[in-house]
């Protein structure tokens, strides 16, 4: 379910039932099984033309096959069509994926964190539209940025959650998908790196003191004056 109120729900796939609605980092998540499960909308209402962010929280339970966590794409040319997507390689590291145009040559950021380790990691990617610029972010950090021509369509975008349109052998993800972000504007590291904390670690987010105390003895009076001029004399 969209939570923004711009109403782009997505659809399950495969075999997913309400028992793949679980407990996640926050709140509920989804769990999928490796196999045929998706979440899939059609037409997402965000500007096919310029910048975007994607978030996701993910907790992986196999290793050694790649994955897809979220991918933006143009259903029109699944397999060799634009697309921006973030996945898991075959060593476990995140990717975050940018194709411009059709037939054209990806741009890949890979990090050399091991994500199989039964924990949750955040995990965020960026396309900047004006310079084509991908980068990726594991655990609010930046893992480095190559720059690519954007990613462009002529439809509006289809957003997959644990796989994606194509035949390339779908790229099923398997653990626990949380937390969802899509913006179509280019985050900054800041804002990505205070998301992560406020998500990890709500409770040393924000850290509040003791009100500190005025030093000094209180004075016993004040005076002004005396006042010269149109005033007259001490007040």
Known sequence: ??????????TSQGSMTSEDLVDGKIGKALDFDGSNNSIRRAGLSLSTRGSFTLEAIVKLSQSGVKQRLVTLEDATAPD?????????????????????????????????????????HFIAGTINGDIGKAELFVAGVSQGSVTQSQFTS????????GSFLGDLNEQFLKG???????????RSAEW??????????????????????PGGAAPTSIFYGP???PFGGPI
């Open 192 to 213: 990505i790196k205070a998301s992560r904390n406020n998500q990890f670690s709500p409770g040393t987010f924000v850290i509040e003191g003791t009100p500190a105390t």
């Open 1 to 10: 379910i969209d939570s923004t109120g711009n109403d782009n729900d997505g």
């Open 80 to 120: 060799n069509g634009p697309q921006f997507f973030i996945r898991i390689d075959t060593s476990n590291f995140a990717q975050v994926f940018s194709r411009g145009h059709e037939n054209d040559t990806f741009a890949i950021v890979t990090d050399d964190v091991d994500l199989n380790d039964a924990t949750y």
């Open 154 to 161: 002529d439809t509006m975008p289809d957003i997959v959650l």
């Open 227 to 229: 006042l010269v001029g």
């Open 176 to 186: 626990v998908i949380d937390e969802v972000r899509i913006s179509n504007i280019i």
